[in-house]
């Protein structure tokens, strides 16, 4: 009696960063996934790739490969210009949701994912079932996540580029207020705070509040602390409360914690088949 062979679910990696390099081997490793297609900004980072009939060198191109899901790890602009043209054809795993704080790029993926899901990963966002839980009853008051980082694990844009240089010996809070505004701001640091104002889709990025502190003495962590506040009075300080600190293993320079990289694979695993709409996982 002959069973018939699961058919291997086809994903493709735009971006060739640390994070890309990991998903590409490992699902390469796994027996239920196929690679259908790699690109990177820069074609030369993909000299020491051997398999060369898997790099697209256009992304206009990525229809022709047939891809169930296609994983951005590269930059917030690729969903700009690419995230409602990629679900036309295929579910779209988001790497970079700091891009979802443009509210008119969120409403417009929300309608292209009319035909495919449109996934977040949860990356290094600790308790996000049970945070969108209480979103989803509107028991959640207040969300606040707290990220703190040796100052060159920053990639920053505008005022908070020169605010950074002002680090010396002590930690330096560099922002604290509404994740929608930082978002910009720190585009490449983010992400986890992104994740949590769509989980706590009731507060959303305007009330969710996030706040980045460079500390030069952290040298082997990035601490992303997440406090929820939910049923009860906040003003009274009877509400109920949860704070959780996260303690992720990284180099000095690392944008992204080493933890990381296998929760995001992990992601990809549960980011297929779940239907139109947006879905956290």
């Not at 996260?246 to 694979?265: I, M």
Request: hydrophobic letters at 40%.
């Amino acid at each position: 009696m002959s069973s018939l062979k699961k058919k291997k679910i086809r994903i493709g990696i735009v971006g060739y960063g640390h994070l890309g390099k990991y998903l590409v081997q490992t699902i390469q490793d796994d027996d239920r996934l196929e690679l259908a297609f790699i690109w990177n900004r820069t074609q030369e980072a993909l000299d020491d790739f051997t398999k060369k009939e898997l790099i697209l060198e256009g992304l206009n191109d990525f229809p022709q490969r047939q891809a169930d899901l296609i994983v951005e790890v590269a930059h917030p602009k690729i969903t700009h210009e690419w995230g409602p043209k990629f679900l036309q054809n295929a579910d779209y795993m988001i790497g970079s949701p700091t891009a979802l704080s443009d509210q008119t790029l969120e409403t417009s993926l929300r309608n292209a994912s009319d035909k495919h899901g449109l996934y977040i990963p949860s990356g290094a966002f600790w308790g996000g079932e049970d945070i969108k839980k209480m979103a989803d009853r509107g028991t959640l008051q207040a969300l606040k996540v707290t990220m703190t980082k040796h100052p060159s694990s920053f990639k920053l844009e505008g005022d908070l580029k020169k605010k950074i240089e002002e680090v010396s010996e002590e930690p330096l809070v560099l922002y604290d207020g509404p994740v929608r505004d930082l978002c910009p701001l720190a585009p490449n640091n983010v992400n986890t705070m992104a994740a949590a104002a769509l989980a706590a889709h009731n507060l959303g990025f305007d009330k969710v509040q996030g706040s980045i502190i460079a500390d030069p003495k952290l040298e082997n962590w990035h601490i992303v602390e997440v406090e929820t506040w939910g049923p009860g009075s906040v003003e009274n300080n009877t509400a109920f409360h949860v704070k959780t600190v996260r303690k992720n293993p990284a180099k000095v320079g690392a944008v992204t914690g080493s933890a990381t990289y296998a929760s995001f694979f992990s992601s990809i695993l549960g980011a297929h088949g779940k239907g139109p709409g947006l879905h956290l996982c």
